[in-house]
């Protein structure tokens, strides 16, 4: 076995850790983002029992999308940094590897703000019952996490449940923005449908990381 084989061996192993570590990280963030809504509604009938529903609509569940959202960027955060250090192994020169970390914290910096800005639009606009804030919030969320994903799977291998998780999505999206959502009782039916979906999605994911090992 000469140089070349034993080069090409790692970049295999080496992509092979990527595709677990990434698998893991949906794994992680189909069963975080499946809980939201029912956190939500937990929070939000508690509140209302003890009549403080305007304490849910503007802290409770504010904090709670943050929370979200930051263990959310964490997760990914971690993935990435495997990625990097992955990638940097067959990088020869220092200014490649400047190159690629300054590029990287751009780019994660700019969809965190992204992100924080659609979930931003949702909330006021699902608060004051304005369709077009949260229309233009729902498809800015929808958009980042369609090119996320493509992104994500590119790296940990596209399956059927993702594609199930991406419809879900997409349903549960464009129930924000029909005039029925405020009648709340189809978009009951949809966040749970999307719900079983996510955790599914979810169980899989882990029992294929488990299984490569």
């Given at each position: 076995?000469?140089?070349?084989?034993?080069?090409?061996?790692?970049?295999?192993?080496?992509?092979?850790?990527?595709?677990?570590?990434?698998?893991?990280?949906?794994?992680?963030?189909?069963?975080?983002?499946?809980?939201?809504?029912?956190?939500?509604?937990?929070?939000?009938?508690?509140?209302?029992?003890?009549?403080?529903?305007?304490?849910?609509?503007y802290?409770?569940?504010?904090?709670?999308?943050?929370?979200?959202?930051?263990?959310?960027?964490?997760?990914?955060r971690?993935?990435?940094?495997?990625?990097?250090?992955?990638?940097?192994?067959?990088?020869?020169?220092?200014?490649?590897?400047?190159?690629?970390?300054?590029?990287?914290?751009?780019?994660?910096?700019?969809?965190?703000?992204?992100?924080?800005?659609?979930?931003?639009?949702?909330?006021?606009?699902?608060?004051?019952?304005?369709?077009?804030?949260?229309?233009?919030?729902?498809?800015?969320?929808?958009?980042?996490?369609?090119?996320?994903l493509?992104r994500?799977?590119?790296l940990?291998?596209?399956?059927?449940?993702?594609?199930?998780?991406?419809?879900?999505?997409?349903?549960?999206?464009?129930?924000?923005?029909?005039?029925?959502?405020?009648?709340?009782?189809?978009?009951?039916?949809?966040?749970?449908?999307?719900?079983?979906?996510?955790?599914?999605?979810?169980?899989?994911?882990?029992?294929?990381?488990?299984?490569?090992?």
């Amino acid at each position: 076995m000469d140089v070349r084989d034993l080069v090409r061996d790692a970049e295999e192993i080496s992509r092979k850790i990527v595709r677990k570590q990434y698998r893991l990280t949906l794994a992680k963030y189909y069963l975080l983002w499946s809980t939201l809504s029912v956190v939500i509604e937990l929070a939000y009938g508690i509140l209302s029992y003890i009549h403080a529903p305007n304490l849910a609509y503007y802290f409770v569940i504010p904090i709670i999308y943050v929370s979200y959202l930051f263990v959310n960027f964490n997760l990914f955060r971690k993935a990435g940094q495997v990625y990097k250090r992955l990638a940097l192994t067959f990088k020869s020169s220092e200014e490649k590897e400047s190159t690629l970390m300054t590029k990287s914290k751009v780019i994660q910096v700019t969809v965190a703000f992204l992100y924080s800005l659609s979930f931003l639009l949702i909330y006021f606009g699902i608060t004051f019952s304005n369709l077009y804030i949260t229309g233009i919030g729902a498809l800015m969320f929808s958009v980042l996490f369609s090119v996320g994903l493509v992104r994500v799977t590119m790296l940990a291998g596209l399956k059927y449940y993702d594609l199930m998780a991406s419809v879900s999505l997409i349903a549960l999206t464009l129930n924000l923005v029909l005039p029925k959502f405020y009648l709340r009782n189809e978009f009951y039916l949809v966040s749970f449908i999307f719900t079983i979906i996510w955790i599914f999605a979810s169980y899989k994911s882990f029992i294929e990381v488990i299984e490569g090992e």
